[in-house]
């Protein structure tokens, strides 16, 4: 990885590229820090340091770990990438549900631009949505529960709406930044922007634990490397199920005859079943900020205090873990057609060796993607409830170190997937730069 970098940096087209990636990230990082208008920067800082980040961001821990530290700060990104990712998510699911959706996918590039239109719609949507409730959340007192410092300068409608479009106008500079690292950059802009954010709170999160405790913060760094190391040979797994293609006369000229394969991955729904559980389970606590404080509060919002406000609840451990399993399933399910795979197979000449082409070969597909999909929801079940697991283990038992855990589920895969696909485009694009072939 590291030759790859500096053979990369040694390509003067590669370097430009490299070097513009950067700068974007540079700016991207200098827009999490920057306060949004109306905001009481001094009392936002002594409420991080009295509530430690961590335990006042229980309810969208998702959010604030893609925003990289922004969102408690209430910062110009503060809603960082989240809304684009809801968004992407949303109109994935959308277009096996509605068939114009479903249409414009099958169009091929013009098709997926109106969908991509449609996502940028989506996020401004979303933006607003989210902006609004954490602004609220800011005016109310709610957004640091245990600081009862001012947090906006004003509380007029004004300063609110102006918060509301700062935040909004973020989200959309945020989108144009990843496009500009997709189209003059190196790697995914959207994947590289997620990964630079997840990276940026890894420091502060370290040394808090260092801090509190010296010696689990070796052990730690230590499973972190394990974790990791086993993270890659998991991602990296797949099961190639051959295929044959059978010759045929075109004219004067055969075609065909060739051998390939198709690539199931372990891990085939990647990091989306573990966004949508954390997402569905902050509802609960949600609730329980915004109606627990009531002198008589609903049973039902007792029994979800109990069992759902502070994450390390059996109740909210076994519902995580079963939904990531569901979701696995699920969005496995709809992203993976076998009928449609053996149907492109059998229109081109295609067989898998020992199975007749149709339905045969669909339901073949649908057996060992299920029997793949079963290790893999327990990978990535087990792996989000690796910060409960590892804090139980070393007998800690402060939320805000459980929240703040730096080698979480989601976090270590945003890492390695996003770094071994960067790595793999450059690699593929020194390759086409340094080709020897023959002349070696």
């Given at each position: 990885?590291?030759?790859?970098?500096?053979?990369?940096?040694?390509?003067?087209?590669?370097?430009?590229?490299?070097?513009?990636?950067?700068?974007?990230?540079?700016?991207?990082?200098?827009?999490?820090?920057?306060?949004?208008?109306?905001?009481?920067?001094?009392?936002?800082?002594?409420?991080?340091?009295?509530?430690?980040?961590?335990?006042?961001g229980s309810i969208y821990g998702?959010?604030?770990?893609?925003?990289?530290?922004?969102?408690?700060?209430?910062?110009?990104?503060?809603?960082?990438?989240?809304?684009?990712?809801?968004?992407?998510?949303?109109?994935?699911?959308?277009?096996?549900?509605?068939?114009?959706?479903?249409?414009?996918?099958?169009?091929?590039?013009?098709?997926?631009?109106?969908?991509?239109?449609?996502?940028?719609?989506?996020?401004?949507?979303?933006?607003?949505?989210?902006?609004?409730?954490?602004?609220?959340?800011?005016?109310?007192?709610?957004?640091?529960?245990?600081?009862?410092?001012?947090?906006?300068?004003?509380?007029?409608?004004?300063?609110?709406?102006?918060?509301?479009?700062?935040?909004?106008?973020?989200?959309?500079?945020?989108?144009?930044?990843?496009?500009?690292?997709?189209?003059?950059?190196?790697?995914?802009?959207?994947?590289?922007?997620?990964f630079t954010q997840v990276i940026?709170?890894?420091?502060?999160?370290?040394?808090?634990?260092?801090?509190?405790?010296?010696?689990?913060?070796?052990?730690?760094?230590?499973?972190?490397?394990?974790?990791?190391?086993?993270?890659?040979?998991?991602?990296?797994?797949?099961?190639?199920?051959?295929?044959?293609?059978?010759?045929?006369?075109?004219?004067?000229?055969?075609?065909?005859?060739?051998?390939?394969?198709?690539?199931?991955?372990?891990?085939?729904?990647?990091?989306?079943?573990?966004?949508?559980?954390?997402?569905?389970?902050?509802?609960?606590?949600?609730?329980?900020?915004?109606?627990?404080?009531?002198?008589?509060?609903?049973?039902?919002?007792?029994?979800?205090?109990?069992?759902?406000?502070?994450?390390?609840?059996?109740?909210?451990?076994?519902?995580?873990?079963?939904?990531?399993?569901?979701?696995?399933?699920?969005?496995?399910?709809?992203?993976?057609?076998?009928?449609?795979?053996?149907?492109?197979?059998?229109?081109?000449?295609?067989?898998?060796?020992?199975?007749?082409?149709?339905?045969?070969?669909?339901?073949?597909?649908?057996?060992?993607?299920?029997?793949?999909?079963?290790?893999?929801?327990?990978?990535?079940?087990?792996?989000?409830?690796?910060?409960?697991?590892?804090?139980?283990?070393?007998?800690?038992?402060?939320?805000?170190?459980?929240?703040?855990?730096?080698?979480?589920?989601?976090?270590?895969?945003?890492?390695?997937?996003?770094?071994?696909?960067?790595?793999?485009?450059?690699?593929?694009?020194?390759?086409?730069?340094?080709?020897?072939?023959?002349?070696?």
């Amino acid at each position: 990885m590291i030759s790859a970098i500096a053979r990369a940096f040694r390509t003067p087209d590669l370097r430009k590229k490299l070097l513009f990636t950067l700068g974007i990230i540079a700016l991207f990082r200098l827009g999490s820090v920057v306060p949004s208008p109306g905001v009481h920067t001094e009392n936002v800082t002594k409420c991080l340091a009295d509530a430690q980040a961590g335990d006042a961001g229980s309810i969208y821990g998702m959010v604030q770990l893609f925003s990289g530290g922004a969102l408690l700060k209430l910062a110009i990104f503060a809603l960082g990438i989240m809304p684009y990712i809801t968004a992407s998510i949303i109109l994935q699911l959308l277009t096996v549900v509605i068939p114009r959706l479903e249409a414009l996918k099958k169009e091929g590039q013009a098709g997926q631009q109106k969908i991509t239109q449609y996502t940028r719609y989506l996020t401004i949507g979303l933006a607003v949505l989210q902006s609004t409730a954490f602004v609220a959340l800011a005016r109310s007192g709610q957004l640091f529960p245990n600081c009862n410092l001012p947090i906006l300068v004003d509380q007029d409608l004004l300063t609110i709406v102006t918060m509301v479009i700062t935040m909004t106008a973020g989200t959309s500079v945020i989108m144009w930044l990843g496009e500009l690292i997709t189209d003059r950059g190196v790697g995914n802009g959207m994947s590289i922007l997620i990964f630079t954010q997840v990276i940026a709170v890894f420091p502060s999160y370290l040394l808090g634990i260092y801090r509190t405790q010296p010696v689990a913060f070796w052990i730690i760094m230590a499973i972190g490397v394990v974790l990791i190391a086993a993270v890659v040979f998991v991602e990296q797994a797949q099961r190639r199920i051959p295929v044959q293609y059978a010759k045929r006369m075109v004219g004067r000229r055969m075609y065909g005859g060739t051998s390939t394969y198709i690539p199931l991955k372990v891990n085939q729904a990647g990091i989306i079943p573990v966004i949508f559980a954390s997402s569905l389970l902050y509802l609960p606590q949600l609730f329980v900020t915004l109606f627990g404080n009531r002198p008589d509060p609903h049973p039902i919002i007792e029994w979800l205090a109990q069992n759902f406000a502070q994450g390390s609840e059996p109740a909210y451990i076994v519902t995580y873990f079963l939904l990531i399993v569901f979701f696995t399933y699920f969005y496995v399910g709809i992203t993976f057609n076998p009928v449609e795979v053996a149907d492109n197979m059998k229109k081109y000449g295609g067989f898998i060796p020992g199975i007749r082409p149709g339905r045969p070969t669909a339901e073949y597909l649908q057996f060992v993607l299920s029997r793949l999909t079963a290790p893999g929801s327990l990978y990535l079940g087990v792996l989000s409830l690796i910060p409960i697991i590892a804090f139980a283990m070393l007998g800690g038992g402060d939320q805000s170190t459980l929240v703040n855990f730096p080698f979480g589920g989601t976090s270590i895969l945003i890492m390695v997937g996003v770094g071994l696909d960067t790595v793999k485009q450059i690699e593929s694009q020194l390759q086409q730069r340094n080709y020897e072939g023959f002349l070696k």
